[in-house]
């Protein structure tokens, strides 16, 4: 389990269903809020994807509409910049990717901030988040592929070695076989997790991973409003919902089996 300062926001509570993730992808402040409206309304927590954001970058923009997002949806706000790398939007170069996360950080209205591991200013961001008491989700996104099993058992360890309160991997699903290793690989993570994580195969093939991850120990999904998706496979978020409603009422009438004599 971790925790944020702000809002005292809980993650990774064992027991519990994932929490829900909404993407907020709009270009402008005006289409943003609308979405936080609705997105409010089904998800634990809202991502603003700022990569996708085609207003001014300045401080206080940013920090503006990330406190109108917070109002309208009401509702932890993470603060993400996803780079071409990882299949963002963002072609700034890492210093920049370090200048712009550090001002998402410094938003009193920003829960948690996204850091790409791989970027080589990873560290100087996680830094600055800490000392503004934003918690960071450390993540690595393979936008190509599934890599096996142990390969990803080890991405998790590394993501969860930068200090971060909760790390993400994503991978790309080509099949059945792609997302059975994701959710194995998730399965062993949990055995030695220090800090909640999330995992998720991406693409229609992997749509599973986004459903039942967290009975293999992930503690969020993501979900769209209608087609207004971050990344392929995304489930709506009613829909989601209802699956999941399924699930915990499976749950709550399982019986335990009687041996036949």
Same mark, same amino acid.
């Given at each position: 389990?971790?925790?944020?300062?702000?809002?005292?926001?809980?993650?990774?509570?064992?027991?519990?269903?994932?929490?829900?993730?909404?993407?907020?992808?709009g270009?402008?402040?005006?289409?943003?809020?609308?979405?936080?409206?609705?997105?409010? !309304?089904?998800?634990?927590?809202?991502?603003?994807?700022?990569?996708?954001?085609?207003e001014?970058?300045?401080?206080?923009?940013?920090?503006? $509409?990330?406190?109108?997002? !917070?109002e309208?949806?009401? =509702?932890?706000?993470?603060?993400?910049?996803?780079?071409?790398?990882?299949?963002? +939007?963002?072609?700034?170069?890492?210093?920049?990717?370090?200048?712009?996360?550090?001002?998402?950080?410094?938003? @009193?209205?920003?829960?948690?901030?996204?850091?790409?591991a791989? =970027?080589s200013?990873? !560290?100087?961001?996680?830094?600055?988040a800490?000392?503004?008491?934003?918690?960071?989700?450390?993540?690595?996104?393979?936008?190509?592929?599934?890599?096996?099993?142990?390969?990803?058992?080890?991405? /998790?360890?590394?993501?969860?070695?930068?200090?971060a309160?909760?790390?993400?991997?994503?991978?790309?699903a080509?099949?059945?076989?792609?997302?059975?290793?994701?959710?194995?690989?998730?399965?062993q993570?949990?055995?030695?997790?220090?800090v909640?994580?999330?995992?998720?195969?991406?693409g229609?093939?992997g749509?599973?991973? =986004?459903?039942?991850g967290? /009975?293999?120990?992930?503690?969020? $999904?993501?979900a769209?409003?209608?087609?207004?998706?971050?990344?392929?496979?995304? @489930?709506?978020?009613? +829909?989601?919902?209802?699956?999941?409603?399924?699930?915990?009422?499976?749950g709550?009438?399982t019986l335990?089996?009687?041996e036949?004599?």
């Open positions: 389990m971790a925790r944020c300062e702000r809002d005292e926001l809980i993650l990774g509570q064992e027991g519990q269903s994932p929490a829900v993730i909404v993407p907020l992808i270009a402008g402040a005006e289409e943003l809020g609308a979405q936080a409206l609705a997105a409010g !309304r089904f998800g634990d927590l809202v991502e603003w994807r700022v990569d996708a954001f085609g001014p970058f300045d401080s206080q923009h940013l920090a503006h $509409t990330a406190a109108m997002l !917070r309208a949806s009401r =509702r932890p706000l993470i603060a993400t910049v996803r780079t071409v790398h990882e299949g963002g +939007g963002f072609e700034g170069d890492d210093e920049d990717y370090l200048r712009l996360v550090e001002t998402l950080a410094d938003s @009193p209205a920003v829960n948690l901030v996204d850091v790409e791989a =970027r200013t990873a !560290r100087r961001c996680i830094v600055r800490g000392e503004q008491g934003t918690a960071v989700i450390a993540s690595h996104h393979d936008v190509t592929g599934t890599p096996e099993v142990g390969r990803m058992v080890d991405e /998790l360890a590394q993501l969860e070695s930068t200090g309160q909760f790390v993400k991997l994503a991978v790309m080509h099949s059945a076989a792609d997302t059975a290793r994701l959710l194995l690989a998730s399965a993570h949990h055995e030695v997790a220090g909640p994580f999330l995992t998720m195969a991406m229609p093939a749509l599973a991973s =986004r459903v039942v967290h /009975l293999f120990g992930s503690c969020a $999904t993501f769209s409003l209608g087609d207004l998706s971050s990344a392929p496979g995304q @489930p709506s978020v009613e +829909g989601l919902r209802a699956v999941l409603a399924e699930f915990a009422r499976l709550d009438n335990p089996s009687r036949l004599s």
